[in-house]
């Protein structure tokens, strides 16, 4: 371990980094990207056919762009940064020393994009003669790139966590950033982008805007960039699907938590949903039942957080596939760690000599350093919970399983460290599944 | 020295020079450290001069507090952007230490996001429903209030991790963030550094932007000219007790890198005398703004500033490098890419 480590007992390490990216995904995806590019069409759309209450419905829509990207969005952005800092420190350290100029770049971009929305609300109202509202358009449209753009970079680092690629024997930066999936999963995002955000501003402005025709003209607009967007998702989520590597492609369902028919079900039911609502969408704008509107708002956040979970989940045992695993121990270092000791390796734990009194302590530190990036004790996640998951096991039993878990379950890494580290493990996890579940408890083999 | 819980550096290389970094993290730090202040200040200034007209019943005060209030709001979203790259840079350079501190107030580090997603909101509602709260006050007032609490609070955290990062020594005796906030040396004698300055630079920025505005050929309305004149009233007094909290602080470091800035190394120590000397001629032009206008002054005054600012920054940099540099050397960076490498990534 190189570094101190934090407990989040009840919720555990992935459930704080997903609440945090899930919000960003939809915000930077969903508002950023999507909504900017609604809100320009819109403006445009109301300067040539001189749609006064059109072009308002465009600037109340760049308000709240603003209001929701520069506190929740920014925060959210730089909260998965803080999060995985305290959490996964040695990956987000290499992620850093791989991409940092694709960081620098997009941070650029970034202030860019921030300081042209700035401008493209607050001149909404003075920039009104045709000549400057032509430039404010034009505003509008770089603001909607720049967005794009720093997407078009942090996908580049989201995408080479799953296929480095040829980075794993150059460590050259444009291998890691033009990795496998780069191109195929940006295209998918930017589509995917555009019909969170037509879902979610439609529900919105069916709830709100009572105007019939203003709601018209603005859906028939959604129309157009749906009837693009939804099947280039379809086809360019196909690409990507058929670009991530087999062992993770197989982990698909797994990640989820369904079992193959329900993940069916309830996908080609969104599917499906989604469908329907761009159809009405396009042919009867004025009609589109809020209950439908509700259905597919639901459906696709519900999409984005599947996306995400399983994004993360199909990595496993890998943080970055082939080079690091979730723990943040290196995949070149296992031999070396078995043989001088886990211990000797670990910077933070101060003991360094296993003794019967300190065993169950070192035991604790050796959890929190190979297994807490992804297990709790008694944590809400049952699955994930070792106290609730390994009632009725015993030393013996962890022992001979441990180490050969990786065999058996795909998504562990391998146990690293010498026989004497794992008797401590064993002690401390035995100490703790007997905490969990009441010590007198009958033992029962799962 | 021996058995300091100081990890092993990333193997993968630092991605360009350390000299070319250092750099980039002491101007993208400055940068980012002033759209802080701003927000900061003139938050507490809006609410500050709002509650004050309230009671006085004066509405050029509102008004006033209405304008800082606008701008506490644009500046909080470049603040928070240009933050990205020193903290990328500090991440980069530094990551034996500032990882290990970062996590050691983890929790309350990841509380930063929350506290600052409220402030900002509150900050947009606030700046927002001015005209629409009129007739409900304290409402609007208690809205601003908790913001600039939160604000206020908000570069204690900042402060001591960064703090915590320069004393690896201490690591091993305390851990979370209330426990490190009475613990580390100087944390306090730099939030008051910081808080000045915070206040100098808004009250500066208000001086600069309406004289700015008046030079381009705009009539400044009353509550314009009045703030414009406040902004450089508190700049001055502010500044003047600067000159008392920087020595404070200075007195605070450990004696190894207090004596560098007085005497022992010429750079540090020119700094320091160059930073105060600068700081009083700044003072003066302060002074003299409340009873003549010209452009010649504003424009010598804010290159003096810009100055100020880039001196402390570099010199806030060589704090840390002082700090630092016995650990430096034995616990080396890795600065080339060796593939196979000895150490536990």
């Given amino acids: 371990m190189n570094f101190p480590y934090v407990e989040y007992t009840w919720l555990g390490y992935g459930t704080v980094i997903a609440i945090i990216a899930i919000i960003h995904v939809i915000i930077s995806h969903g508002v950023a990207i999507g909504t900017s590019v609604l809100t320009v069409s819109l403006e445009y759309r109301a300067f040539k056919t001189e749609n006064e209450k059109l072009d308002e419905l465009a600037k109340t829509m760049a308000k709240w762009v603003l209001i929701i990207t520069t506190t929740v969005g920014a925060m959210t952005g730089v909260g998965i940064w803080f999060s995985t800092t305290v959490i996964q420190p040695d990956s987000i350290g290499a992620l850093l020393r791989i991409f940092f100029w694709a960081w620098v770049t997009e941070w650029i971009v970034f202030i860019t994009e921030v300081v042209i929305l700035i401008i493209y609300y607050y001149t909404w109202d003075s920039w009104k003669s045709p000549e400057k509202k032509k430039k404010h358009i034009n505003l509008g449209i770089s603001l909607s790139v720049a967005s794009w753009l720093t997407m078009a970079i942090i996908t580049g680092v989201l995408a080479a966590k799953l296929t ?82 087999e062992q993770a492609y197989d982990m698909i369902v797994w990640s989820t938590g369904m079992t193959e028919n329900t993940f069916k079900i309830i996908n080609g039911l969104a599917f499906l949903i989604l469908i329907v609502f761009l159809v009405w969408l396009i042919r009867s704008p004025k009609t589109v039942p809020i209950i439908l509107s509700l259905a597919v ?59 019967e009194e300190n065993k169950v302590e070192v035991g604790r530190e050796v959890f929190a350093g190979q297994c807490l990036s992804c297990h709790t004790i008694d944590g809400w996640r049952e699955k994930r919970a070792l106290g609730k998951r390994l009632v009725g096991w015993d030393e013996e039993a962890l022992k001979t399983y441990i180490p050969t878990m990786h065999n058996v379950r795909v998504a562990m890494p391998p146990f690293m460290g010498t026989e004497e580290e794992l008797d401590a493990l064993v002690a401390y996890l035995k100490k703790e599944i007997d905490e969990v579940n009441g010590v007198k408890e009958v033992s029962q083999s799962e | 020295m021996n058995n300091l819980p100081i990890s092993p550096d990333n193997v993968l290389p630092i991605p360009a020079p350390i000299g070319l970094l250092e750099f980039l993290i002491i101007l993208t730090f400055i940068m980012h450290i002033l759209f802080v202040n701003l927000t900061i200040s003139l938050s507490a200034g809006a609410v500050g001069l709002e509650i004050t007209g309230r009671i006085k019943n004066n509405s050029l005060l509102d008004k006033m507090a209405q304008s800082c209030s606008f701008h506490a709001s644009v500046h909080k979203s470049i603040a928070v952007v240009l933050g990205v790259a020193p903290l990328l840079i500090i991440s980069v350079i530094y990551t034996q230490y500032f990882y290990s501190s970062t996590i050691l107030i983890g929790k309350m580090w990841l509380n930063v996001i929350v506290l600052l997603i409220i402030a900002f909101l509150l900050l947009y509602v606030y700046k927002f429903m001015w005209g629409k709260w009129q007739e409900k006050k304290v409402l609007h007032i208690s809205v601003g209030f908790v913001a600039m609490l939160i604000l206020l609070f908000i570069p204690l955290i900042f402060i001591v991790n960064i703090t915590s990062m320069i004393y690896p020594e201490r690591w091993i005796d305390v851990r979370g963030f209330f426990a490190s906030l009475f613990y580390y040396p100087e944390i306090w004698q730099r939030y008051l550094h910081f808080i000045l300055a915070s206040l100098a630079s808004g009250g500066f920025y208000m ?102 600012v880039g001196i402390m920054g570099w010199m806030r940099h060589e704090v840390r490098e002082s700090y630092l540099s016995p650990y430096l050397e034995k616990y080396p960076r890795t600065e080339q890419l060796s593939i196979q490498s000895d150490d536990i990534g």
């Avoid at chain 1, 024997?169 to 589509?191: E, I, K, Q």
């Avoid at chain 2, 009233?233 to 920087?246: E, H, M, S």
């Fill in chain 1, 164 to 245: 480095p690629g040829k980075w794993i024997d150059t460590f050259s930066f444009w291998n890691a950033f033009l990795n496998p999936t780069y191109l195929p999963s940006l295209g998918f995002r930017m589509f995917l982008a555009m019909m969170l955000a037509i879902v979610v501003v439609a529900f919105l402005l069916r709830l709100f805007v009572k105007d019939l025709s203003l709601r018209e003209e603005a859906f028939k607009v959604f129309g157009v960039w749906g009837a693009i967007s939804l099947p280039m998702t379809f086809i360019l989520g196909l690409w990507y699907l058929w670009s991530i590597p």
């Fill in chain 1, 297 to 355: 708002f639901g459906a696709s956040i519900g999409f984005i957080g599947e996306f995400e979970v399983v994004r993360e989940s199909i990595r496993k045992p890998f943080i970055i596939y082939d080079y690091m695993y979730a723990n943040g121990l290196l995949y070149q270092n296992q031999e070396k760690i078995n043989e001088e000791g886990y211990l000797a390796h670990s910077t933070w734990i101060m003991e360094k000599e296993i003794t």
């Fill in chain 2, 207 to 308: 001086f600069l932007y309406y004289s700015y505005k008046s030079w381009k050929g705009n009539n400044l309305k009353d509550y314009e000219q009045t703030l414009k004149l406040f902004g450089a009233k508190v700049a001055f007094w502010v500044t003047v007790l600067q000159l008392v909290a920087g020595f404070i602080l200075l007195f605070s470091f450990k004696t190894d890198v207090r004596i560098l800035f007085l005497g022992e190394d010429l750079l540090l120590t020119t700094l320091l005398v160059l930073s105060i000397v600068l700081t009083i001629v700044l003072c003066i032009f302060l002074f003299l703004a409340g009873y003549k206008d010209s452009f010649k002054s504003f424009t010598v005054s804010l290159a003096i500033f810009v100055l100020i």
